[in-house]
Protein backbone atom coordinates (compact mmCIF):
# COMPACT_ATOMS: atom_id res chain seq x y z
CA UNK A 1 0.00 0.00 0.00
CA UNK A 2 1.51 3.65 -1.10
CA UNK A 3 2.80 5.58 2.15
CA UNK A 4 1.66 9.03 0.55
CA UNK A 5 -1.10 8.93 -2.25
CA UNK A 6 -1.49 12.20 -4.01
CA UNK A 7 -5.59 12.13 -5.75
CA UNK A 8 -5.98 14.86 -8.45
CA UNK A 9 -4.98 17.60 -6.26
CA UNK A 10 -5.18 21.03 -6.95
CA UNK A 11 -3.94 24.59 -5.63
CA UNK A 12 -4.76 27.59 -6.43
CA UNK A 13 -3.70 31.26 -4.71
CA UNK A 14 -5.66 34.10 -5.18
CA UNK A 15 -3.85 37.30 -5.59
CA UNK A 16 -5.48 40.57 -5.11
CA UNK A 17 -4.31 43.30 -7.94
CA UNK A 18 -3.79 45.36 -4.99
CA UNK A 19 -3.28 43.88 -1.40
CA UNK A 20 -5.48 44.75 1.61
CA UNK A 21 -3.99 43.33 4.88
CA UNK A 22 -5.50 45.86 7.68
CA UNK A 23 -9.53 46.70 8.62
CA UNK A 24 -8.33 50.21 7.81
CA UNK A 25 -7.61 49.24 4.26
CA UNK A 26 -10.80 47.02 3.97
CA UNK A 27 -13.35 49.83 5.06
CA UNK A 28 -11.68 52.57 2.96
CA UNK A 29 -11.46 50.23 -0.02
CA UNK A 30 -15.02 49.23 0.87
CA UNK A 31 -16.50 50.58 -2.08
CA UNK A 32 -13.87 49.68 -4.57
CA UNK A 33 -14.33 46.46 -6.14
CA UNK A 34 -11.47 43.95 -5.85
CA UNK A 35 -10.04 42.32 -8.53
CA UNK A 36 -8.30 39.03 -8.24
CA UNK A 37 -5.85 37.11 -10.74
CA UNK A 38 -6.38 33.65 -9.79
CA UNK A 39 -2.72 31.35 -9.76
CA UNK A 40 -2.80 27.80 -10.64
CA UNK A 41 -0.29 25.85 -8.98
CA UNK A 42 -1.25 22.60 -8.91
CA UNK A 43 -3.82 21.27 -11.34
CA UNK A 44 -4.75 17.98 -10.51
CA UNK A 45 -1.64 16.49 -10.01
CA UNK A 46 -1.83 12.71 -9.14
CA UNK A 47 0.97 9.93 -8.11
CA UNK A 48 1.79 7.68 -5.05
CA UNK A 49 5.04 6.97 -2.80
CA UNK A 50 5.57 3.34 -1.93
CA UNK A 51 6.67 2.36 1.21
CA UNK A 52 10.71 2.58 1.40
CA UNK A 53 10.43 4.20 -1.84
CA UNK A 54 12.74 7.47 -3.16
CA UNK A 55 11.19 9.66 -5.28
CA UNK A 56 12.39 12.99 -6.82
CA UNK A 57 10.78 15.78 -7.56
CA UNK A 58 11.98 18.15 -10.59
CA UNK A 59 10.94 21.40 -11.98
CA UNK A 60 11.82 24.81 -12.86
CA UNK A 61 11.49 27.88 -10.71
CA UNK A 62 7.87 28.39 -9.35
CA UNK A 63 6.29 25.38 -10.86
CA UNK A 64 5.05 24.47 -7.45
CA UNK A 65 7.44 21.93 -6.31
CA UNK A 66 7.50 23.48 -3.11
CA UNK A 67 3.37 24.05 -2.94
CA UNK A 68 3.05 20.26 -3.75
CA UNK A 69 5.50 19.45 -0.74
CA UNK A 70 4.04 21.85 1.75
CA UNK A 71 0.40 20.47 0.90
CA UNK A 72 2.08 16.34 1.23
CA UNK A 73 2.92 18.09 4.59
CA UNK A 74 -0.36 19.30 5.47
CA UNK A 75 0.40 22.64 5.82
CA UNK A 76 -1.59 23.62 2.97
CA UNK A 77 -4.99 22.76 2.09
CA UNK A 78 -5.65 21.42 -1.49
CA UNK A 79 -8.29 23.30 -3.27
CA UNK A 80 -9.40 19.84 -4.08
CA UNK A 81 -8.69 16.60 -4.40
CA UNK A 82 -6.76 14.44 -1.55
CA UNK A 83 -3.91 13.63 0.33
CA UNK A 84 -3.52 10.71 2.03
CA UNK A 85 -0.54 10.28 4.25
CA UNK A 86 -0.63 6.54 6.11
CA UNK A 87 2.43 7.35 7.94
CA UNK A 88 4.07 10.67 9.95
CA UNK A 89 6.20 13.02 7.72
CA UNK A 90 9.32 14.75 8.93
CA UNK A 91 9.70 18.08 6.86
CA UNK A 92 12.57 19.91 6.12
CA UNK A 93 11.24 22.58 3.50
CA UNK A 94 12.93 25.75 1.92
CA UNK A 95 16.28 24.65 4.11
CA UNK A 96 14.92 24.89 7.05
CA UNK A 97 12.50 23.46 9.94
CA UNK A 98 11.33 26.34 11.55
CA UNK A 99 14.13 28.29 14.31
CA UNK A 100 12.53 30.69 16.86
CA UNK A 101 15.68 32.71 16.70
CA UNK A 102 15.49 33.98 20.32
CA UNK A 103 16.10 30.63 21.78
CA UNK A 104 19.60 29.02 21.71
CA UNK A 105 20.27 25.55 19.38
CA UNK A 106 19.62 23.31 22.67
CA UNK A 107 15.93 25.09 23.44
CA UNK A 108 15.69 25.01 19.34
CA UNK A 109 16.22 21.59 19.38
CA UNK A 110 13.67 20.62 22.13
CA UNK A 111 11.20 22.96 20.23
CA UNK A 112 11.76 21.20 16.71
CA UNK A 113 12.26 17.88 17.89
CA UNK A 114 8.99 17.49 20.10
CA UNK A 115 7.06 19.08 17.47
CA UNK A 116 8.36 16.54 14.87
CA UNK A 117 7.25 14.35 17.42
CA UNK A 118 9.59 12.99 19.12
CA UNK A 119 9.59 12.61 23.49
CA UNK A 120 11.72 15.07 25.39
CA UNK A 121 13.44 12.37 27.10
CA UNK A 122 14.68 10.65 23.70
CA UNK A 123 15.45 14.33 21.93
CA UNK A 124 17.53 14.89 25.47
CA UNK A 125 19.37 11.60 24.63
CA UNK A 126 20.23 12.40 21.14
CA UNK A 127 21.10 16.37 21.41
CA UNK A 128 24.76 15.51 21.31
CA UNK A 129 24.52 13.84 18.41
CA UNK A 130 22.17 16.28 17.21
CA UNK A 131 24.65 18.73 17.74
CA UNK A 132 27.49 16.90 16.56
CA UNK A 133 26.18 16.19 13.29
CA UNK A 134 25.74 19.57 12.59
CA UNK A 135 29.30 20.68 14.13
CA UNK A 136 27.82 22.82 16.45
CA UNK A 137 28.54 21.15 19.93
CA UNK A 138 30.65 24.99 20.35
CA UNK A 139 27.53 27.12 19.92
CA UNK A 140 25.13 25.16 21.68
CA UNK A 141 24.24 27.84 23.86
CA UNK A 142 24.50 30.50 21.32
CA UNK A 143 21.06 32.27 20.26
CA UNK A 144 19.91 30.98 16.62
CA UNK A 145 19.16 34.65 15.74
CA UNK A 146 23.44 34.97 15.75
CA UNK A 147 23.46 31.65 13.32
CA UNK A 148 24.83 32.04 9.60
CA UNK A 149 21.88 30.33 7.68
CA UNK A 150 24.23 28.07 7.00
CA UNK A 151 24.53 26.71 10.61
CA UNK A 152 21.28 27.12 10.83
CA UNK A 153 20.52 24.60 8.35
CA UNK A 154 22.96 22.61 9.03
CA UNK A 155 21.25 22.14 12.74
CA UNK A 156 17.85 21.31 11.10
CA UNK A 157 19.14 18.57 8.82
CA UNK A 158 20.38 16.90 11.90
CA UNK A 159 17.06 17.69 14.03
CA UNK A 160 15.32 16.14 11.10
CA UNK A 161 17.90 13.11 10.56
CA UNK A 162 17.25 12.17 13.92
CA UNK A 163 13.61 12.76 14.12
CA UNK A 164 12.21 11.26 11.30
CA UNK A 165 9.97 8.55 12.14
CA UNK A 166 8.75 7.38 8.59
CA UNK A 167 9.16 9.61 5.51
CA UNK A 168 11.55 12.15 5.38
CA UNK A 169 10.82 15.47 2.74
CA UNK A 170 13.69 17.06 1.74
CA UNK A 171 13.53 20.50 -0.12
CA UNK A 172 17.00 20.74 -1.86
CA UNK A 173 18.94 18.26 0.14
CA UNK A 174 22.65 18.94 0.13
CA UNK A 175 22.47 22.46 -0.74
CA UNK A 176 24.17 23.64 2.76
CA UNK A 177 27.39 22.92 4.68
CA UNK A 178 30.84 21.74 3.27
CA UNK A 179 31.96 18.78 1.85
CA UNK A 180 32.23 17.07 5.34
CA UNK A 181 28.51 17.73 6.16
CA UNK A 182 27.40 16.52 2.33
CA UNK A 183 29.71 13.25 3.33
CA UNK A 184 27.22 12.81 6.59
CA UNK A 185 24.11 13.08 5.02
CA UNK A 186 24.86 11.54 2.22
CA UNK A 187 26.10 8.53 4.32
CA UNK A 188 22.50 9.31 6.78
CA UNK A 189 20.20 8.86 3.83
CA UNK A 190 21.64 5.98 2.79
CA UNK A 191 21.05 4.60 6.19
CA UNK A 192 18.03 5.85 6.34
CA UNK A 193 17.16 4.15 2.90
CA UNK A 194 18.49 0.98 4.25
CA UNK A 195 16.54 0.80 7.15
CA UNK A 196 13.17 1.07 4.95
CA UNK A 197 12.55 5.15 5.61
CA UNK A 198 10.65 6.34 2.63
CA UNK A 199 11.76 9.65 0.99
CA UNK A 200 10.78 12.53 -0.60
CA UNK A 201 12.95 14.36 -2.43
CA UNK A 202 13.29 17.88 -4.29
CA UNK A 203 16.27 19.33 -5.98
CA UNK A 204 17.28 21.07 -9.16
CA UNK A 205 20.61 19.19 -9.20
CA UNK A 206 19.42 16.34 -11.84
CA UNK A 207 23.03 14.21 -10.83
CA UNK A 208 21.68 14.28 -7.20
CA UNK A 209 18.18 13.29 -7.85
CA UNK A 210 19.48 10.25 -10.05
CA UNK A 211 21.80 9.42 -7.75
CA UNK A 212 19.36 9.38 -4.94
CA UNK A 213 15.88 8.22 -5.80
CA UNK A 214 14.25 5.18 -7.86
CA UNK A 215 11.59 7.22 -9.83
CA UNK A 216 11.26 10.82 -10.66
CA UNK A 217 8.17 13.37 -11.28
CA UNK A 218 8.69 16.38 -13.43
CA UNK A 219 6.43 19.34 -13.04
CA UNK A 220 5.69 22.01 -14.41
CA UNK A 221 2.94 24.59 -14.50
CA UNK A 222 1.82 22.67 -11.69
CA UNK A 223 0.98 19.57 -13.64
CA UNK A 224 3.62 16.44 -13.46
CA UNK A 225 4.60 16.15 -16.99
CA UNK A 226 7.00 13.16 -17.17
CA UNK A 227 7.40 10.53 -14.77
CA UNK A 228 10.10 7.42 -14.88
CA UNK A 229 13.59 6.60 -14.27
CA UNK A 230 15.57 9.58 -12.84
CA UNK A 231 17.98 10.05 -15.60
CA UNK A 232 15.22 9.98 -18.78
CA UNK A 233 13.34 12.48 -16.19
CA UNK A 234 16.91 14.46 -15.27
CA UNK A 235 17.46 14.50 -19.39
CA UNK A 236 13.85 16.22 -20.12
CA UNK A 237 14.37 18.87 -17.44
CA UNK A 238 17.91 19.65 -18.56
CA UNK A 239 15.97 20.43 -22.23
CA UNK A 240 13.29 22.21 -20.28
CA UNK A 241 15.83 24.51 -19.25
CA UNK A 242 17.38 24.83 -22.46
CA UNK A 243 14.54 24.83 -24.64
CA UNK A 244 12.73 27.34 -23.24
CA UNK A 245 9.41 25.70 -25.10
CA UNK A 246 6.09 24.04 -23.25
CA UNK A 247 6.72 20.61 -22.31
CA UNK A 248 4.23 18.11 -23.69
CA UNK A 249 1.68 16.47 -21.34
CA UNK A 250 3.03 12.49 -21.14
CA UNK B 1 -7.37 5.25 5.03
CA UNK B 2 -6.80 8.31 6.73
CA UNK B 3 -7.37 11.87 5.04
CA UNK B 4 -4.40 13.98 5.57
CA UNK B 5 -5.97 17.00 3.92
CA UNK B 6 -8.85 16.61 6.48
CA UNK B 7 -6.87 16.52 8.92
CA UNK B 8 -4.49 19.60 9.22
CA UNK B 9 -5.52 20.22 12.36
CA UNK B 10 -4.12 16.97 13.67
CA UNK B 11 -0.71 15.39 14.67
CA UNK B 12 1.12 13.69 11.96
CA UNK B 13 1.47 10.53 13.63
CA UNK B 14 -2.65 9.97 13.29
CA UNK B 15 -2.41 9.03 9.67
CA UNK B 16 -0.90 5.84 10.67
CA UNK B 17 -3.36 3.04 9.89
CA UNK B 18 -5.17 1.67 12.65
CA UNK B 19 -3.32 -2.10 13.40
CA UNK B 20 0.00 -0.71 12.03
CA UNK B 21 1.39 1.11 14.90
CA UNK B 22 4.11 -0.32 16.85
CA UNK B 23 3.07 -1.62 20.39
CA UNK B 24 2.91 1.62 22.86
CA UNK B 25 2.53 3.95 19.60
CA UNK B 26 -0.31 5.71 21.05
CA UNK B 27 0.66 6.52 24.87
CA UNK B 28 4.56 7.71 23.07
CA UNK B 29 2.17 10.15 20.85
CA UNK B 30 0.87 11.71 24.12
CA UNK B 31 3.73 12.30 25.96
CA UNK B 32 5.24 13.71 22.52
CA UNK B 33 2.48 15.96 22.75
CA UNK B 34 3.02 16.78 26.22
CA UNK B 35 6.49 17.34 25.38
CA UNK B 36 5.45 19.82 23.28
CA UNK B 37 2.77 21.56 25.11
CA UNK B 38 6.02 21.88 28.09
CA UNK B 39 8.17 23.09 25.58
CA UNK B 40 6.40 25.79 24.30
CA UNK B 41 5.18 27.23 27.63
CA UNK B 42 9.79 26.77 28.67
CA UNK B 43 10.72 28.69 25.95
CA UNK B 44 8.20 31.29 25.87
CA UNK B 45 8.62 31.60 29.52
CA UNK B 46 12.28 32.12 28.38
CA UNK B 47 11.70 34.28 25.62
CA UNK B 48 9.54 36.67 27.16
CA UNK B 49 11.64 36.83 30.75
CA UNK B 50 15.05 36.32 29.58
CA UNK B 51 15.03 32.91 31.09
CA UNK B 52 15.63 34.74 34.73
CA UNK B 53 13.17 34.51 37.28
CA UNK B 54 14.26 38.49 37.90
CA UNK B 55 12.43 39.00 34.00
CA UNK B 56 9.54 37.31 35.58
CA UNK B 57 10.04 39.62 38.57
CA UNK B 58 9.95 42.55 36.45
CA UNK B 59 6.49 41.65 34.46
CA UNK B 60 4.86 41.11 38.38
CA UNK B 61 6.25 44.90 39.20
CA UNK B 62 4.41 46.18 36.36
CA UNK B 63 1.04 46.09 37.93
CA UNK B 64 1.69 46.13 41.09
CA UNK B 65 3.14 49.38 40.42
CA UNK B 66 0.04 50.39 39.06
CA UNK B 67 -1.62 49.22 42.28
CA UNK B 68 0.76 51.47 44.70
CA UNK B 69 0.26 54.54 42.43
CA UNK B 70 -3.83 54.01 41.83
CA UNK B 71 -4.30 53.59 45.10
CA UNK B 72 -2.30 56.43 46.63
CA UNK B 73 -4.20 58.90 44.54
CA UNK B 74 -7.91 57.11 44.15
CA UNK B 75 -8.41 56.01 47.99
CA UNK B 76 -8.68 59.48 48.81
CA UNK B 77 -11.12 59.68 46.34
CA UNK B 78 -13.07 56.97 47.63
CA UNK B 79 -12.14 57.81 51.25
CA UNK B 80 -15.73 56.32 52.36
CA UNK B 81 -14.80 53.00 50.96
CA UNK B 82 -12.81 50.77 53.66
CA UNK B 83 -12.67 48.08 51.01
CA UNK B 84 -11.25 50.41 48.28
CA UNK B 85 -8.00 48.59 47.93
CA UNK B 86 -8.97 45.18 48.60
CA UNK B 87 -11.19 46.00 45.68
CA UNK B 88 -9.14 47.84 43.82
CA UNK B 89 -6.24 45.01 43.97
CA UNK B 90 -8.71 42.35 42.52
CA UNK B 91 -9.97 44.23 40.02
CA UNK B 92 -6.38 45.30 38.53
CA UNK B 93 -4.65 41.69 38.48
CA UNK B 94 -7.52 39.76 36.94
CA UNK B 95 -7.64 42.89 34.48
CA UNK B 96 -3.68 42.55 34.25
CA UNK B 97 -4.49 38.76 33.01
CA UNK B 98 -7.55 39.60 30.62
CA UNK B 99 -5.22 42.15 28.93
CA UNK B 100 -1.86 40.23 28.97
CA UNK B 101 -3.51 37.16 27.77
CA UNK B 102 -5.50 38.53 25.20
CA UNK B 103 -2.71 40.47 23.37
CA UNK B 104 -0.08 37.44 23.59
CA UNK B 105 -3.14 35.29 22.30
CA UNK B 106 -3.84 37.88 19.39
CA UNK B 107 -0.30 37.74 17.80
CA UNK B 108 0.21 33.50 19.37
CA UNK B 109 -0.25 32.24 15.53
CA UNK B 110 1.82 34.88 13.84
CA UNK B 111 4.54 35.17 16.83
CA UNK B 112 5.24 31.07 15.88
CA UNK B 113 4.68 31.66 12.04
CA UNK B 114 8.27 29.92 11.96
CA UNK B 115 6.64 26.53 13.02
CA UNK B 116 3.08 27.06 10.81
CA UNK B 117 5.07 27.28 7.75
CA UNK B 118 7.43 24.49 8.27
CA UNK B 119 5.75 21.28 9.79
CA UNK B 120 2.22 20.23 10.68
CA UNK B 121 1.18 20.39 14.34
CA UNK B 122 -1.98 21.16 16.00
CA UNK B 123 -2.19 24.56 15.70
CA UNK B 124 -4.47 25.30 18.39
CA UNK B 125 -1.54 24.54 20.94
CA UNK B 126 0.10 27.49 19.70
CA UNK B 127 -2.86 29.75 20.32
CA UNK B 128 -3.49 27.98 23.86
CA UNK B 129 -0.04 27.94 25.42
CA UNK B 130 0.51 31.98 24.23
CA UNK B 131 -1.75 32.27 27.41
CA UNK B 132 0.67 30.52 29.49
CA UNK B 133 2.95 33.17 30.54
CA UNK B 134 -0.20 35.09 31.76
CA UNK B 135 -1.67 32.07 33.13
CA UNK B 136 1.43 32.08 35.45
CA UNK B 137 1.21 35.21 36.26
CA UNK B 138 -2.21 35.20 37.27
CA UNK B 139 -1.12 32.03 39.35
CA UNK B 140 1.39 34.06 41.21
CA UNK B 141 -1.25 37.30 42.01
CA UNK B 142 -4.52 34.80 42.93
CA UNK B 143 -1.94 34.06 46.00
CA UNK B 144 -1.23 37.22 46.35
CA UNK B 145 -4.34 38.90 46.28
CA UNK B 146 -5.31 36.32 48.92
CA UNK B 147 -1.99 37.09 51.03
CA UNK B 148 -3.54 40.45 50.88
CA UNK B 149 -6.96 40.02 51.66
CA UNK B 150 -5.84 38.25 54.82
CA UNK B 151 -3.31 40.59 55.98
CA UNK B 152 -6.20 43.05 55.50
CA UNK B 153 -8.71 41.62 57.59
CA UNK B 154 -10.30 39.80 55.17
CA UNK B 155 -9.09 35.88 55.47
CA UNK B 156 -11.48 34.57 52.58
CA UNK B 157 -12.94 31.32 53.30
CA UNK B 158 -12.46 27.90 51.47
CA UNK B 159 -15.85 28.80 49.99
CA UNK B 160 -14.88 32.53 48.78
CA UNK B 161 -11.30 30.56 47.66
CA UNK B 162 -12.66 28.24 45.71
CA UNK B 163 -15.11 30.35 43.74
CA UNK B 164 -12.43 32.98 43.26
CA UNK B 165 -10.16 30.01 41.40
CA UNK B 166 -13.55 29.48 39.96
CA UNK B 167 -13.68 32.34 38.46
CA UNK B 168 -10.07 32.76 37.32
CA UNK B 169 -10.78 29.47 35.25
CA UNK B 170 -13.77 31.06 33.57
CA UNK B 171 -11.27 34.58 32.90
CA UNK B 172 -9.15 31.74 31.33
CA UNK B 173 -11.21 30.25 28.89
CA UNK B 174 -12.69 33.77 27.85
CA UNK B 175 -8.83 34.69 27.25
CA UNK B 176 -8.85 31.37 25.59
CA UNK B 177 -12.11 31.72 23.21
CA UNK B 178 -11.14 35.52 22.02
CA UNK B 179 -7.55 34.29 21.33
CA UNK B 180 -8.48 31.59 19.25
CA UNK B 181 -10.65 33.78 16.94
CA UNK B 182 -8.33 36.94 17.31
CA UNK B 183 -5.03 34.88 16.41
CA UNK B 184 -6.47 33.69 13.08
CA UNK B 185 -8.06 37.13 12.01
CA UNK B 186 -5.35 38.73 12.79
CA UNK B 187 -2.87 36.83 10.05
CA UNK B 188 -5.82 38.42 7.81
CA UNK B 189 -6.63 41.56 9.23
CA UNK B 190 -3.07 43.05 10.50
CA UNK B 191 -3.85 45.96 12.68
CA UNK B 192 -6.02 44.26 14.46
CA UNK B 193 -3.66 44.46 17.16
CA UNK B 194 -3.64 48.16 17.35
CA UNK B 195 -7.27 48.52 17.65
CA UNK B 196 -7.29 45.67 20.32
CA UNK B 197 -5.07 48.15 21.96
CA UNK B 198 -6.79 50.98 21.87
CA UNK B 199 -10.22 48.37 22.99
CA UNK B 200 -8.28 47.30 26.19
CA UNK B 201 -6.86 50.90 27.26
CA UNK B 202 -11.08 52.19 26.97
CA UNK B 203 -12.41 48.54 28.71
CA UNK B 204 -9.98 49.09 31.82
CA UNK B 205 -11.99 52.30 32.47
CA UNK B 206 -15.18 49.94 31.40
CA UNK B 207 -14.55 47.12 33.48
CA UNK B 208 -15.83 48.58 36.91
CA UNK B 209 -11.47 48.15 38.18
CA UNK B 210 -10.68 51.43 39.61
CA UNK B 211 -14.19 52.75 40.30
CA UNK B 212 -16.80 51.42 42.42
CA UNK B 213 -19.61 50.02 39.97
CA UNK B 214 -22.01 51.42 42.58
CA UNK B 215 -21.23 54.86 42.01
CA UNK B 216 -22.47 54.70 38.27
CA UNK B 217 -26.50 54.58 38.04
CA UNK B 218 -28.25 51.06 37.85
CA UNK B 219 -29.54 51.05 34.42
CA UNK B 220 -25.82 51.32 33.05
CA UNK B 221 -24.30 48.08 35.16
CA UNK B 222 -26.21 45.62 32.06
CA UNK B 223 -24.18 47.15 29.70
CA UNK B 224 -20.81 47.50 31.93
CA UNK B 225 -21.74 43.34 32.81
CA UNK B 226 -21.59 42.77 28.79
CA UNK B 227 -18.11 43.09 28.86
CA UNK B 228 -16.71 40.17 29.93
CA UNK B 229 -13.98 41.17 32.74
CA UNK B 230 -16.80 42.74 34.19
CA UNK B 231 -18.88 40.14 35.77
CA UNK B 232 -15.81 38.06 36.90
CA UNK B 233 -14.04 41.34 38.53
CA UNK B 234 -17.18 41.91 40.36
CA UNK B 235 -18.13 37.95 41.36
CA UNK B 236 -14.49 37.93 42.97
CA UNK B 237 -14.86 41.23 44.85
CA UNK B 238 -18.44 39.94 46.00
CA UNK B 239 -16.75 36.18 46.75
CA UNK B 240 -13.74 37.57 48.63
CA UNK B 241 -14.32 40.68 50.21
CA UNK B 242 -18.17 41.13 50.78
CA UNK B 243 -18.41 37.40 51.61
CA UNK B 244 -21.61 36.84 49.20
CA UNK B 245 -22.01 34.49 47.05
CA UNK B 246 -23.58 35.48 43.58
CA UNK B 247 -26.52 34.63 43.04
CA UNK B 248 -27.66 31.08 40.66
CA UNK B 249 -28.63 33.64 38.19
CA UNK B 250 -25.13 35.37 37.60
CA UNK B 251 -23.52 32.28 37.50
CA UNK B 252 -25.48 30.93 34.87
CA UNK B 253 -24.97 34.44 33.32
CA UNK B 254 -20.83 33.93 33.38
CA UNK B 255 -21.04 30.31 31.94
CA UNK B 256 -23.45 31.69 29.46
CA UNK B 257 -20.24 34.55 28.55
CA UNK B 258 -17.93 31.65 28.83
CA UNK B 259 -19.41 29.18 26.23
CA UNK B 260 -20.39 32.00 24.11
CA UNK B 261 -16.41 33.28 23.67
CA UNK B 262 -15.70 29.20 23.53
CA UNK B 263 -18.08 28.88 21.00
CA UNK B 264 -17.50 31.72 18.66
CA UNK B 265 -13.18 31.47 19.13
CA UNK B 266 -13.23 27.39 18.24
CA UNK B 267 -15.70 28.25 15.03
CA UNK B 268 -13.78 31.03 13.63
CA UNK B 269 -10.88 29.10 14.31
CA UNK B 270 -11.77 25.49 12.64
CA UNK B 271 -12.95 27.89 9.81
CA UNK B 272 -9.43 29.85 9.33
CA UNK B 273 -7.15 28.27 11.05
CA UNK B 274 -6.43 25.31 8.55
CA UNK B 275 -5.45 28.06 5.75
CA UNK B 276 -3.37 30.35 8.53
CA UNK B 277 0.06 29.46 7.15
CA UNK B 278 -0.83 31.18 3.67
CA UNK B 279 -1.10 34.17 5.26
CA UNK B 280 2.32 33.86 6.89
Keep these: MSVIEIDVVSKAFRIPAVRRETVREHIFGLLEPRRFQRLQVLDRVTFAVERGEALGIMGRNGCGKSTLLKTICGIYRPDSGRVYARAPITPILELGVGWNPELDAIDNVCLIGSVMGLPLRDIWKRMDRILAFAELERFANLKLKHYSSGMSSRLGYAVAFEAVRDTLVLDEILAVGDAGFKERCVARYRELRAAGHTMLLVSHDPHLIAAFCDRVLLLDDGRIVMEGAAGKVADRYLSMLTHAGTPQLQ | ?280
Design chain 2, 1 to 280: MTNASAETERDSTRSVPVGTEPSGAAPRAVIARAGLIWTLIRTDFKVRYHGTLGGFVWALLKPLTMFVILMSVFSFLFASNPDYKLNLIIGLFLWDFFAEGTKSGLVALDAKGFLLTKTRLPSWILVVTSVSNALITLGVFTVIILVFLAFAGHPPTWHAVALFVAYDAALVLIVVGFSLASSVLFLRYRDLNQLWDMVVQAGFFVAPIIYPLNILPERFHFYLFLWPPTPVIEFSRSALVRGVTPTATAHACLAGVVTICLVVGTIVFRRLGPRAAEYL
